[in-house]
DNA sequence: TGTTGATGGTTCATTATTTGAACCGTTGGT
DNA sequence: ACCAACGGTTCAAATAATGAACCATCAACA
């Protein structure tokens, strides 16, 4: 791996429980040695990309991601153009919408949108990374994937995050083969207990898909009514989300999707 | 410079203009040999921070921009935590609000609200560099830093964007001293003709700038009544976001800043 | 149809940069 | 007064970056 690739790695360090991050601290996360940890970390600081703050001169993200990251959006109108869609079907739905993209290995939440009309919901926070296996957005987004990166993410270790959570790749691969069928992966529990989801593939062109639409609830105002609410709204806002980005579901799938509408 | 550096520079090289940029390009811009450029994309890729797109195999700024800048949002809500401030200030005053952060050696547009009330606004663009010397925002900070940061600023190139856009480093110098007095910058048509605005600079914790906040409209639209207005609107929102950062502005300015009100 | 010039991408000997153990100066706790 | 942890620095040794020359491909053009 080159130099780039690892002052890179030292940026994935950066989690929302561990926003600051010490030189030692760095560079025993990193396995890499502190002056290089050093090294790295002040050539990126120069550009803005970490900043060191306070007495304890501990590092954290810099004010550039910001703009690199509105730069981003002005090309690439990914959440920006999605967000009143996604603020529509919360409404909509009357429970919390969000919205996943797919970077490499790894299953982002980029933006979400509650709903005023019950006290109880389901929180969400910014940039949060979903377990494939656990969430119906990760089962969405990993059962529309070509076969060889599904296996690859299968083959992972599955931690069993609540009591009903789905750990075994053959089973898995079972649901999700059922996911394929229905177009919509839905998931009670299985990531955190009390919360139901649904969630729909989000496709740029081609039949991979590259992000998730999910709406989550509280398991115990589950009823058959509000599901078929939810899959009927999740269908027509995944396909105006895909619509906006200028991108088009599989024949397929849009097909199955109509029928929930 | 490090390798490091290198890559990030190639970053600098995406503008709104020229959002996608293929490698001979980006190696030309750069001034790399393009075997490097190649090897410092591919790495970049591979985080996410790149990606290469369509027939032609471009480069953009990749997804992983936008959950760095998610990650550093919740860390420090800069961005968030303004908006509804700007959006308010937006409405008070009728006219374009904006909040713009210092980035080493430029001055970034990070965010912006416009108001309904008007057919004819000043437009604005996320992630906008705004000159130093031509904008009352650039003023605005650049007023309020160390005197040696100030003169490296001043001593790089000025271009006349109109007609009556200052470009004398020593008239400049007597502006900024007016501005420190006063609390606040004002520029009409420096930028661009027929748009005048009024600038309040930001603090963290300190004497020293780290952003600006600002109103800019239609110069056929200024009255004394508009431009104390928008003064004392400015001076509040200014004084809330410092707040809603956690920070201070230095007494001086606060003082100003209570008069205006 | 063959030529030209552009593109993205690759190779590999040369070279310059990165690396890391050991070091320094501070700080905070015992 | 001590110790351990912190951030940061040094410099010879090791390793990774570099770039001229190279392909393959494509589009325009004669």
Redesign the pocket.
């Known amino acids: 791996?080159?130099?780039?690739?690892?002052a890179l790695d030292l940026l994935n360090l950066f989690t929302r429980q561990r926003a600051l991050?010490?030189?030692?601290?760095?560079?025993?996360l990193s396995g890499?040695?502190?002056?290089?940890c050093?090294?790295?970390?002040?050539?990126m600081e120069s550009r803005g990309l970490v900043e060191?703050v306070g007495?304890?001169?501990?590092?954290r993200l810099g004010p550039a991601v910001l703009r690199l990251a509105a730069l981003r959006e002005t090309a690439v109108p990914t959440r920006d153009a999605a967000m009143p869609v996604l603020q529509a079907l919360a409404r909509a739905t009357g429970e919390t919408a969000h919205l996943s993209l797919r970077e490499g290995d790894k299953l982002v939440t980029i933006a979400f949108a509650y709903s005023p009309t019950h006290a109880t919901k389901v929180m969400m926070e910014d940039a949060d990374i979903l377990p494939w296996h656990a969430t119906s957005s990760g089962q969405a987004v990993i059962a529309f994937l070509p076969e060889a990166e599904r296996e690859a993410l299968l083959a992972r270790p599955l931690p069993r995050l609540t009591d009903v959570t789905e750990t075994d790749p053959g089973q898995l691969r079972a649901r999700l083969d059922a996911v394929r069928l229905r177009g919509f992966a839905e998931t009670t529990g299985t990531f955190e207990t009390d919360a139901q989801s649904v969630a729909l593939p989000l496709f740029l062109n081609g039949d991979e898909a590259v992000g998730a639409l999910g709406v989550a609830f509280p398991a115990n105002r589950s009823t058959p009514d509000l599901l078929s609410c939810i899959r009927r709204e999740l269908a027509g806002a995944a396909a105006e989300i895909i619509d906006l980005w200028g991108g088009q579901s599989p024949p397929g799938v849009a097909l199955l999707w109509q029928r929930l509408t």
Chains 1, 2 share one sequence.
Not at 21 to 28: D, I, K, P, Q
Not at 32 to 36: D, E, G, S, V
Request: aromatic share 4%; net charge positive.
């Open positions: 791996m080159g130099t780039v690739g690892k991050v010490g030189l030692s601290e760095m560079a025993r890499l040695n502190k002056a290089t050093h090294r790295l970390l002040t050539e060191q007495a304890a001169r501990e590092y």
